[in-house]
């Protein structure tokens, strides 16, 4: 099989998951469209690069994370201003790709809370449900690193939800 259409199979094969990963930390439909492009450009940029010893998903997964975090850095101006105006879960509510409750909206605004990397790590753990040793991989960070900022972040999460209460 050639190189493009092996790489078609993996973009149709590795979307679907990439997309929500994505979403999970961008929020907003629009820019995980943007970052699953990008993240797929890199990947067809470096694929001839790529280590074979290493799996497929977790290399995509890992250019995916930096891609959103990216992401996240760009926006982070715009999105301290739009604080002001409008949180997480009402703009969420008001998204016509988010198919979420109320509580799925405050979760996630709770989720948007956290710096960058318990967020990260929350959102494989949580949603994805990744074991530490594969996130360890991604995030390239210790497997104790991870579980303490796991911990940490469901703690912040869990007071996030006592005062609104």
């Not at 909206?105 to 959102?123: D, G, H, K, N, W």
């Not at 074991?131 to 940490?152: C, Q, R």
């Amino acid at each position: 099989m050639d190189k493009r259409r092996e790489f078609e199979s993996i973009v149709r094969e590795y979307s679907e998951q990439l997309y929500y990963q994505i979403r999970r930390i961008v929020l907003t439909h629009e820019d995980a469209n943007d970052v699953l492009q990008n993240t797929f450009l890199k990947a067809w940029n470096a694929y001839d690069t790529f280590n074979r010893d290493s799996k497929l998903s977790t290399w995509l997964t890992r250019i995916a994370i930096n891609e959103s975090l990216d992401q996240l850095r760009r926006n982070k101006h715009l999105a301290s201003a739009a604080a002001e105006d409008l949180s997480v879960a009402k703009g969420l509510m008001a998204d016509d790709y988010f198919d979420g409750n109320e509580t799925e909206a405050m979760l996630q605004e709770a989720i948007a809370s956290l710096p960058e990397v318990q967020r990260t790590v929350f959102t494989l753990r949580y949603y994805d449900e990744m074991k530490y040793s594969d996130i360890s991989k991604v995030l390239n960070t210790s497997e104790g690193a991870l579980k303490a900022s796991y911990h940490i972040a469901v703690k912040k999460i869990t007071e996030f939800f006592k005062e609104r209460d």
